[in-house]
Structure formats: C-alpha cells, structure tokens
Nanobody
Framework: QVQLVESGGGLVQAGGSLRLSCAAS????????MGWFRQAPGKQREFVAA????????DYAASVKGRFTISRDNAKNTVYLQMNAMKPEDTADYYC????????????????????WGQGTQVTVSS
C-alpha cells in the first residue's frame, strides 16, 4: 500500500514563497512519475506540475511556469514543489499523486493517470 503525505502548506502574502513536500512510502518510488495538482473552492482539480521518475524531465501548467519548480529526491522518497512569486489565484488545496504505471516514459497532466493521492495541504495567498 502506497501512502503519500504532503506538508508545507500555509498562509503567505502575495509575492512570497512556500515549499511543499510529499513523502511517499514504499520501495518503488523512484520508478514512478510524480505530480502535483491543486483544487480551489468550487473548481475542478487542475494539473500544476509533474516530474519523470528519473527527475530529468518536468512539465508545468502555463499558470505556474517560471514561478514553481518541481523536484524529487529518490533517496528520500520525496517530491517537492517550490512556489515563488505567489499570487492570490494560487490559493488552493495542493495534492501530490503517483502515476499508475511504473516507468512511464512521459509525464501526464491528466488526474486519471495517477492512482495514489495524498490528503492535500492547504495553501492560502493573501493579497
């Protein structure tokens, strides 16, 4: 059974930074694409960023590109989301997720490609 636990959320002023972490259980973390998604109140869950199993390839939503950075440490079974220059529209619950397929050669932006999800961490950006 895989467990994903997010941390690092909180309240930040516009222009500030936060770093989210997602710790994964299990011995096969390094074989899977990992993604970050977010869901604001009243809105659908949306893709934020994803990273390949090796860490060599990343993809970002247009709304966060240049401000957010996804990274991973396979030795620590952890994926990170560094969020800089934050905006009020970044306010949401943030979820990390693990890909359904081991060793996928591309990163997916679709929630349906991920079958393990964390419980979420709340991020609030004040104006």
């Amino acid at each position: 059974q895989v467990q994903l636990v997010e941390s690092g959320g909180g309240l930040v002023q516009a222009g500030g930074s936060l770093r989210l972490s997602c710790a994964a259980s299990g011995r096969t973390f390094s074989s899977y694409v990992m993604g970050w998604f977010r869901q604001a109140p009243g809105k659908q869950r949306e893709f934020v960023a994803a990273i390949s199993w090796s860490g060599g390839y990343t993809d970002y939503a247009a709304s966060v590109k240049g401000r957010f950075t996804i990274s991973r440490d396979n030795a620590k079974n952890t994926v990170y989301l560094q969020m800089n220059a934050m905006k009020p529209e970044d306010t949401a619950d943030y979820y990390c997720a693990r890909d359904t397929i081991s060793g996928r050669w591309y990163v997916s932006t679709e929630p349906s490609a991920y079958n393990y999800w964390g419980q979420g961490t709340q991020v609030t950006v004040s104006s």
